[in-house]
């Protein structure tokens, strides 16, 4: 199994519309949460952290399940600007972040 | 807003040739690393750097690669034979003391010919 997994894509969104998608974890000693936004050619670029309890950065709300070792990202009224690749990152021990693959994002008029 | 700066922007190099990429991190952060991306892969760590010294570091970083902080501001990656495959995206990173978020810099393009 991967050590942080992600369903590719691309989910095309309508604009306007809501899109959410989940990210996998093996490591159960993973201790952050990130989910970076990158854009083609691009470094990553931290959307928001996710914390135990959930949190929401305006249109952008994240989770995490502990017990099913899974994090989820929610965009709400997806914008054109939306459009990217949104990578799930954990750590665990130490400091290294180990990413999944991304998720593309499409998000058409 | 302070942010990581990474130079060369790309860079062309021959399979052989010693390459070094150089990273300026955030001034007051603490802990640095190097990560790299392949074309349509994922980012991949590969080394982290602490009080002047290596902390951890992956497979991928071999003997043909090492890092130093020769003064107070840069952090440079160091490839000495380039193969084709070393071809990808290096990013740099830095933290600051408490660990929390990591702030990438823009990358160097590397190609291997």
């Known amino acids: 199994r991967k050590e942080v997994e992600q369903d590719p894509g691309p989910f095309n969104v309508p604009e306007g519309a809501t899109v959410a998608f989940n990210c996998t974890y093996s490591n159960s000693a993973s201790q952050s949460f990130f989910w970076y936004r990158q854009d083609c050619r691009k470094e990553p670029k931290l959307l928001m952290s996710v914390y135990s309890s959930g949190n929401e950065d305006g249109r952008f709300t994240a989770q995490l399940n502990r017990a099913s070792q899974y994090i989820s990202l929610l965009i709400r009224d997806s914008k054109l600007s939306d459009s990217a690749t949104y990578l799930c990152?954990?750590?665990?021990?130490?400091?290294?972040?180990?990413f999944g693959g991304g998720t593309r994002v499409l998000v058409k008029p | 807003e302070p942010e990581v700066t990474q130079t060369p922007s790309h860079q062309v190099t021959q399979m052989g040739q010693e390459v070094i990429l150089r990273c300026v991190p955030i001034?007051?952060?603490?802990?640095f690393y190097w990560y790299r991306q392949i074309l349509g892969q994922k980012v991949e760590f590969l080394v982290s750097f602490y009080n002047n010294e290596i902390s951890e570091k992956s497979e991928i970083f071999d003997d043909q690669f090492s890092v130093e902080r020769p003064d107070g501001s840069n952090f440079t990656l160091k490839i000495r034979s380039t193969k084709l495959e070393d071809s990808a995206m290096y990013f740099c990173a830095s933290v600051d003391r408490l660990q929390e978020t990591q702030y990438f810099g823009p990358g160097t393009r590397l190609l291997v010919l």
């Open positions: 990152a954990v750590r665990a021990a130490g400091n290294k972040l180990t």
């Open positions: 001034s007051n952060h603490l802990y």
